[in-house]
C-alpha cells in the first residue's frame, strides 16, 4: 500500500457523490495509486478503462493491468461514453482522462480543439451525475515543454483544459511525484 491516510466512508457506508482527481507524470504511481485507494472504500469497486489498444505494446501494457487487479474488480472498457455505464452507489476508478480525450481528438481529426473539450465536458457532467465516488487518473503531459508538432500542441492544451475542468468540480486532486501522493486540494 502506499499508504492511504484518507478518511472515507466505507462502501457500506451511505453512497456518497464524490470526484477525486489524480494526476502526475508518466510512471508516477497514478494508477497504483487510484487503485488502492478504490479498494480502500470498496469491496468490489469498478475499473473504467479508457484505452484504445493502438498496438502490440500497448495491448501488453494494458494486460498487464489487467493481470494487477485480482477478481474483486468489475472490469467496463468504454472508450467514449462512460455515461452509458451505472456505477450509481459504486467506487469507480477512471484511467484515464487522457486516453480518454485522445479517443475524441482522433475522432475529430484533431482539427477543432473546443468542440472536442465541450464534447468531453458534456459526457463528465452526464457521467458524474450518478451518486458514486469517481476516481479520475490523467496525466501531467504539459509539464515537459512546448512540442514542435501542431497536432502535438493542441492535444496538449486540450489535456490542460481538461484536466483544469475536472480539477475544479473535483473534492479532492492529488499530484503523484516519484510514487509519492502529495495533496493538492482536499
Known sequence: ????A?????????????IILITGGQRSGKSRYAEELALSLADNPAYVATAHVWD???RERVRRHQERRGPQWTNIEEEKYLSRHDLT?????IDCVTLWLTNFFFENQSQDTQQVLDMVKEEFIRFTAQDATFIFVTNEIGSGGVS???????FTDL???MNQYVASRADEVILMVSGIPVTVKS
Not at 6 to 14: F, G, I, R, Y
Open 1 to 4: 500500500m502506499l499508504g492511504l
Open 6 to 18: 484518507l478518511a472515507w466512508p466505507s462502501n457500506k457506508d451511505k453512497s456518497m457523490s464524490r
Open 56 to 58: 502490440e505494446e500497448f
Open 89 to 93: 452507489g459504486r467506487v469507480a476508478v
Open 148 to 154: 514542435v508538432d501542431a497536432v502535438q500542441r493542441r
Open 159 to 161: 489535456q490542460g483544459w
